[in-house]
């Protein structure tokens, strides 16, 4: 049995793969060290052309089985697996094994493709495989052409072959040609025993209909002479077009010009300019029926092939008789043949150059995830690079429009700041992507900034933070944290006492301006007394009593301040520096010590887990790899001048 070799990195310890024995023994390996178990078949922004071979049930995921399955599928195909790690410009030669069926099959397709030996990319094959588009074999391997898949000079015969005989899905197969030309032939003799007579087959036809009325008109006569209670006259619940051909009741004849039926009076009236009379007697019927009846038992005769026959013009009869084009249609099918079964083997070539360019990379993304670290660092599951608040922000995943919070709340346990973009684009659907901050500090990110997104085919896209999820980045930001936030609550305590003060100060002025502009115009002063109760001004007592805990709180503040000062006189300066600097410590260190535990328990796992990724292990986020993805503006070595405004100016 093969023995794995293991490698540890951030914080994670997974299986590695340095050969082809490692990639070759992959089912031997217990699947609790795999870090991925499945996965979605595609992710949004990126075009990954093995996932479909791997996705053999077509679900929409790829699991654990089906890559083992398909490295299976490579065993009797592939020469060795340490080709996978050898540099893909195409398939050779080498790549294939010769003692075995499979491979040996795959090596003579590979020498039709590229007789000169020289590299075969997949779109090579696949120029090959148009070669055999016109060819289809059903699921009984049965093989037949596609008539819209032939050359132009074919296409209109084939079509014409295919309308008589073919079936439903517009394909042809060996054994319709012949049973064309058999059908086409009847079709001839049909044609020549066709009745002759002062009648057409049309005008017989289109005179079905009136036949059958002068019938029910001939009957009702004979029953009325027998029940005079037969009614002959219209119904008006029923269309006029049902009503009988015509109300006289002589059962001997019938008038093709008076008293017929509106609806069938156009009829009547050219079926007499033929007889020649307007009155149709009885004996007259019947010998014109007797006249009309062989066009009809000839038309019944002809099989439903000879109803398409009908629709062929001239020229359509001058192209299927032409037999140059039966010749070159006999020659596509027997080729169709022929060639039918290199169907499979072009599918199973186009199989293995997208797992023999792209097995490795997508093992080294679901075995383990070692593409994720430097040097490579490109793992599958990103989709571009976002730019904004002066960073690169490199990890971003691809996110369901309006799923931010559904989202966000599967990766909260990842311990990362989740910043959740809404991409927009012109001629293009919005997108939504979330971007993970790993360096430098939350900064700016909040709802609404707008950035730059440029996914992996180098589009640009507008990016505006529609969601984030707040957490401390670095051990920078967390060292200071405590004194901004000393400082922000100082700043609003002094805002909060010079703002009541203000507002105190303004009442008393304002109620004092309104007296005196009173006063002055003669107006007494219990107007006033309403903005006097809005704004009470402090009593004597009050204010007594503030001034005296002012003076207490600054005696307490100076007899603190000259003690400090006596001390940094009469102490060393090493002293006072390690005093400050110990004061500094204590207070943020407490706080450097949680973000860097929060900071070192950082997971990749959570947010891929939420993108639909099955993670079978921790994938830990370090602070060296918190730099590489999350990159900073660094001015160090820069040259710096003065602002070019700033020497005109004289500044």
Request: proline share 6%.
């Amino acid at each position: 049995m093969h023995r794995h070799a293991f490698f540890h990195t951030a914080r994670t310890t997974q299986v590695a793969l340095t050969c082809g024995a490692d990639i070759e023994h992959l089912a031997d390996l217990d699947r609790t060290y795999w870090a991925i178990l499945s996965r979605p078949t595609y992710i949004e922004g990126r075009a990954e052309t093995l996932a479909s071979d791997l996705d053999t049930n077509e679900d929409g995921r790829i699991r654990m089985p089906e890559v083992l399955a398909a490295i299976e599928w490579l065993k009797p195909r592939i020469a060795s697996f340490d080709r996978l790690f050898l540099p893909y410009e195409g398939l050779v030669k080498e790549d294939f094994r010769d003692d075995t069926p499979e491979g040996k099959a795959l090596s003579d397709l590979l020498a039709k493709v590229a007789p000169d030996n020289k590299p075969v990319t997949t779109k090579a094959i696949w120029d090959y495989h148009s070669k055999f588009f016109f060819i289809d074999v059903d699921i009984d391997g049965d093989v037949s052409i596609r008539v819209d898949a032939l050359d132009s000079h074919l296409e209109r015969y084939a079509e014409l072959v295919w309308k008589v005989v073919g079936p439903a899905n517009r394909t042809l197969a060996e054994e319709h040609l012949p049973l064309f030309y058999d059908l086409l032939n009847q079709w001839k003799q049909w044609q020549a025993n066709k009745p002759k007579g002062r009648f057409t087959l049309e005008d017989v036809q289109s005179r079905w209909p009136l036949r059958k009325k002068i019938d029910d008109y001939f009957k009702l006569c004979d029953e009325r002479s027998y029940d005079v209670a037969t009614p002959l006259g219209h119904d008006p619940s029923k269309p006029l077009k049902d009503a009988p051909i015509s109300l006289a009741g002589d059962a001997t004849q019938l008038s093709l010009t008076e008293g017929v039926n509106p609806e069938w009076a156009n009829q009547t009236a050219e079926l007499a300019k033929i007889l020649g009379s307007t009155t149709l007697t009885r004996d007259l019927w019947e010998s014109l029926k007797r006249e009309w009846d062989p066009y009809d038992v000839w038309w019944n005769t002809a099989p439903i092939e000879f109803y398409t026959f009908s629709s062929f013009e001239e020229a359509d009869f001058a192209l299927v008789e032409d037999p140059t084009q039966r010749a070159a249609l006999e020659a596509v099918l027997r080729r169709a043949k022929a060639e039918a079964p290199l169907l499979d083997v072009i599918d199973e070539l186009k199989r293995f150059a997208a797992l023999r360019g792209g097995l490795l990379r997508f093992l080294r993304n679901f075995v383990n995830v070692s593409d994720l670290y430097p040097p490579v660092a490109d793992p599958l599951f990103l989709c571009g690079k976002l730019f904004m608040d002066g960073r690169i922000a490199s990890l971003c995943f691809p996110v369901a429009n309006g799923g931010e919070k559904a989202h966000a709340a599967l990766a909260a346990p990842a311990r990362c700041c989740l910043v959740y973009c809404t991409l927009e684009r012109k001629h293009e659907p919005s997108r939504t992507i979330l971007a993970v901050f790993t360096a430098g500090t939350v900064g700016a990110l909040t709802v609404g900034k707008r950035g730059l997104f440029v996914d992996l085919n180098g589009n640009d896209w507008e990016a505006t933070v529609s969601h984030v999820a707040i957490t401390t980045i670095s051990l920078w930001e967390a060292f200071f944290a405590p004194w901004r936030k000393i400082g922000e609550v100082c700043s609003e305590t002094v805002q909060k006492l010079i703002g009541g003060r203000g507002d105190t100060a303004t009442a008393v002025v304002t109620a004092a301006a309104v007296t005196k502009t009173q006063a002055a115009a003669g107006t007494p002063t219990t107007a006033a007394a309403p903005a006097a109760k809005a704004t009470p001004p402090a009593s004597n007592a009050s204010q007594m009593a503030s001034v005296a805990t002012l003076g207490i709180s600054l005696s307490f503040l100076a007899s603190a301040a000259a003690a400090i000062a006596s001390a940094v006189t009469h102490a060393p300066l090493w002293k006072t520096g390690s005093v400050v600097l110990g004061i500094i410590l204590v207070v943020s260190i407490p706080s450097v010590i949680l973000a860097w535990i929060r900071l070192r328990n950082r997971d990749l796992a959570p947010i891929l887990n939420a993108s639909g990724w099955a993670v079978n292990r921790s994938i830990g986020l370090t602070p060296r790899l918190g730099r590489f993805f999350t990159q900073r503006a660094n001015y160090l070595g820069r040259r710096f001048v003065r602002r070019p405004n700033a020497r005109k100016q004289g500044v």
